[in-house]
């Protein structure tokens, strides 16, 4: 994480947007006073990103055991 006083921020901005594109976290102070965040953006998983990570059991919809009394 970068801390940066709001004019040096200013100054050098697409400097500091890069460092953020590659994902580093900016926090902008004023007066040694932190007032604003930047960081990048969070990419949502891909579809078929889990792809061999989870499994299902054999039984998976077979009733339990434990609640049969509940549905009868």
């Known amino acids: 994480m970068t ?6 921020f200013q100054s ?7 460092l953020v594109i590659k994902g580093e976290k900016i926090v902008i102070t004023q007066n040694d006073k932190p007032v604003a965040e930047i960081s990048p953006i969070q990419h949502p998983l891909k579809r078929g990103s889990a792809k061999g990570k989870v499994w299902m059991s054999s039984d998976f919809n077979e009733p339990l055991e434990d609640f049969q009394d509940y549905m009868e």
């Open 3 to 8: 801390k940066l006083e709001i004019n040096q």
């Open 12 to 18: 050098d901005l697409s400097k500091y947007l890069d």
